[in-house]
């Protein structure tokens, strides 16, 4: 997989941005896409700032779990549940307007299913198309971040871990910037894929992970990142580019044609959708339009 400072398999998710995104996400009980065990930095990452440390010491196990329903039960009651009010909405409000239900500019791209063996030509033929190449493999030992950890010509980044280290006080949002775009500039360098590695968060790149001068994420995620590649990139890669990061091309920040960016998620197949891209997540700011999803088929 490339050199070690540009590989690394921790994980991030920025506590909920709302109230009521911390309220949606405690009401759904991330069902179908939190596992039945769950450890203290998953908590962290799923409650936000609703997490309770005392409750979760008091309920975890030898192992240092504790059960989804077991968080679910760290839900605020007023919280848990909706006020009447809101369910109640006035039926003009409640009802969107035809044009408005009808938008094809941010219209999900129809996902593919295929087995980890047609892995390579998916993402290939997805950024052919000119999409990002969204990886959705909720395999239990996560055969896609494994396949790529042990791969070459790649750079894995954590996405997870940087904005987990944010929301625990671990890093200031300067310090994870600057993470973010020592392995972006890595990837730019060498031709790599840069392989974002989501797992089971939803990071804050519509939020403060959107950073024109470390982590530029719309441009990052549209096409693939080739306009961060080659010339094409030039404007981008010199503002990115610090002295150590030239320090081998006699000043010069030069971006490789061959880069190109990967997304992979944890989430499975029926929830990706809702947990990436509903309003105030992670990837909301973009929209589905820019993705191509492809779902790793289950192993019999």
């Known amino acids: 997989l490339g050199p070690p400072q540009c590989v690394t398999t921790h994980q ?9 995104t911390a309220q949606r996400i405690f009401k759904m009980g991330a069902g179908a896409s939190v596992p039945d065990k769950l450890d203290e930095a998953t ?17 975890k196990d030898a192992d240092g779990n504790i059960t989804k329903e077991q968080l679910m039960a760290f839900a605020p009651a007023e919280e848990a549940a909706a006020p009447a009010e809101e369910a109640t909405a006035p039926a003009e409000e409640a009802a969107a307007p035809a044009e408005e239900a009808a938008a094809p500019a941010s219209a999900a791209v129809e996902a ?15 950024q052919e198309a000119g999409l990002t190449p969204l990886v959705v493999d909720s395999s239990e030992d996560h055969k896609v971040d494994t396949f790529f950890s042990y791969g ?3 750079c894995v980044m954590d996405a997870k871990m940087i904005g987990l280290k944010v929301a625990k006080k671990e890093a200031t949002q300067e310090e994870s910037l600057d993470e973010a775009r020592k392995k972006l500039v890595f990837a730019m360098k060498k031709g790599f894929s840069l392989i974002v590695s989501m797992q089971q968060a939803s990071p804050p790149f519509s939020d403060w992970l959107d950073n024109d001068d470390a982590f530029p994420a719309t441009e990052v995620f549209t096409n ?23 320090a081998d091309t006699a000043g010069m920040a030069l971006s490789n044609d061959d880069f190109n960016v990967v997304l992979t998620t944890f989430f ?33």
């Open 12 to 20: 991030s998710l920025e506590p909920p941005r709302s109230r009521e």
């Open 43 to 59: 908590c962290k990452t799923i409650a936000g700032d609703k997490f309770d440390q005392a409750k979760f010491d008091e309920s």
């Open 112 to 126: 593919v299913t295929i087995p980890l063996t047609g892995l390579q030509e998916a993402i290939k033929a997805a």
């Open 152 to 154: 070459s010509g790649v």
């Open 224 to 246: 693939s990142g080739k306009g961060l590649a080659g010339d094409a990139g030039q404007a981008f890669a010199d503002k990115l580019f610090k002295p150590e990061d030239t």
């Open 268 to 300: 499975d197949k029926d929830s990706y959708a809702e947990f990436l891209f509903d309003d105030g997540m992670g990837l909301s700011k973009f929209g589905p339009s820019l993705f191509q999803p492809i779902i790793i088929q289950a192993e019999e």
